[in-house]
């Protein structure tokens, strides 16, 4: 912005000296302004950082969150940790902090001390916060340190709710949106921009008078843009409005007598089939992969999207962006080959899942 070479200085500083003075190279005027010149480089350089501080844009990390912050008190939402179940085998005596692990490393402490006698559950938590302590069933099975008496162990269900720190992007999404959608203490934006803060929330929709005067519905999805689990739409629950005999009297985050109710959205499943022509440098596990993460990537931006609609030939493009795929044929979305439209009412308010993705030969 304010940079300019040094030989644009140069040429300027020498320009604005008499030619009555010898400038030429090698002598003493000519030598000192090639001097000045590179520290005014220098200087403008560090003019366009400082001004570069002002775009938040251009900013990241803790620089952006601290501009933030000062700007308007808002905060990066934390890594969150994936919890769950772990079946015991054998009889034992599991202590608080105990390990157990996936098959790649992906490891998980014991949330309790507790005695086992033939078979019993704790309860168990990521070792490291994030989206990587979201595991399938069945998959933390061993033990990196052996404990005595303890014959197998298994997660009869899948660890939920890990999620990762919130990123720069989504930060500075929250941050524009209060700017341009200020609110006024009760209106949509501050339910809006409230649940919005709570971490492990990706989205809302807020429906006010949904089920009379005073009453307010607040639908989430989670920071993934998935479906919620139950516990987080327990906690947001509890942060914004405690239900119970606290319900509607202000003791959360809703103002007295506004009743709100925190639910899911409901998942607009997606399901999609089509033949191929494969890049055979991948395997047929790594261009499924390829393929569900392109999708899924796809549906991800759509959510909570007011008229969204997912797009069959968006679908198709998603699936020529895949690695492994140099080609697609017979695409169905849904069994068809229409756009699938995704509801956002109070009523029903839908995100955009991926389903089963069958590719055939």
């Known amino acids: 912005m304010y940079s300019e070479s040094e030989e644009t200085i140069k040429t300027r500083m020498l320009g604005n000296i008499s030619d009555s003075v010898d400038k030429t190279e090698g002598y003493l005027v000519y030598d000192s302004v090639v001097a000045a010149s590179k520290e005014f480089v220098k200087v403008s350089t560090e003019l366009d950082s400082i001004v570069d501080k002002f775009d938040l844009s251009k900013l990241s990390d803790d620089e952006l969150e601290l501009r933030i912050k000062q700007r308007t008190g808002q905060t990066r939402n934390p890594a969150k940790y994936a919890a769950g179940i772990l079946n015991i085998t054998g009889t034992a005596t599991i202590a608080e902090g105990d390990l157990f692990q996936t098959p790649n490393a992906v490891q998980?402490?014991?949330?309790?001390?507790?005695?086992?006698?033939?078979?019993?559950?704790?309860?168990?938590?990521?070792?490291?916060?994030?989206?990587?302590?979201?595991?399938?069933?069945?998959?933390?099975?061993?033990?990196?340190?052996?404990?005595?008496?303890?014959?197998?162990?298994?997660?009869?269900?899948?660890?939920?709710?890990?999620?990762?720190?919130?990123?720069?992007?989504?930060?500075?999404?929250?941050?524009?949106?209060?700017?341009?959608?200020?609110?006024?203490?009760?209106?949509?934006?501050?339910?809006?921009?409230?649940?919005?803060?709570?971490?492990?929330?990706?989205?809302?929709?807020?429906?006010?008078?949904?089920?009379?005067?005073?009453?307010?519905?607040?639908?989430?999805?989670?920071a993934n843009k998935q479906v919620p689990g139950a516990d987080l739409v327990n906690e947001v629950q509890n942060y914004m409005d405690p239900l119970g005999e606290s319900w509607g009297l202000g003791y959360g985050k809703?103002?007295?007598?506004?009743?709100?109710?925190?639910?899911?959205?409901?998942?607009?499943?997606?399901?999609?089939?089509?033949?191929?022509?494969?890049?055979?440098?991948?395997?047929?596990?790594?261009?499924?992969?390829?393929?569900e993460a392109s999708i899924t990537e796809y549906l991800k931006s759509l959510a909570f999207i007011d008229n969204a609609v997912v797009s069959y030939a968006k679908i198709g493009v998603a699936i020529l962006d895949s690695k492994g795929v140099l080609d697609y044929s017979n695409l169905t979305v849904n069994g068809g080959t229409t756009n699938i439209p995704i509801s956002l009412t109070k009523t029903l308010c839908e995100t955009p899942i991926l389903g089963t993705v069958a590719i055939n030969e």
């Open 254 to 291: 809703a103002p007295a007598f506004c009743y709100t109710t925190v639910e899911e959205a409901a998942a607009k499943t997606i399901n999609v089939s089509f033949a191929i022509v494969k890049d055979t440098n991948y395997t047929d596990e790594q261009r499924l992969a390829n393929v």
């Open 108 to 222: 998980f402490k014991s949330l309790e001390s507790k005695t086992i006698t033939g078979s019993g559950t704790i309860e168990i938590q990521a070792v490291i916060p994030g989206g990587s302590g979201n595991i399938p069933a069945n998959q933390i099975t061993v033990m990196p340190v052996a404990i005595s008496g303890v014959i197998g162990v298994t997660n009869p269900l899948a660890a939920q709710g890990g999620f990762d720190a919130e990123s720069d992007a989504h930060l500075l999404e929250r941050y524009y949106e209060k700017l341009q959608n200020p609110d006024t203490g009760s209106n949509i934006a501050y339910f809006q921009n409230l649940v919005k803060e709570y971490p492990g929330v990706g989205d809302a929709k807020v429906f006010p008078t949904w089920n009379g005067n005073n009453t307010i519905k607040l639908v989430i999805i989670d």
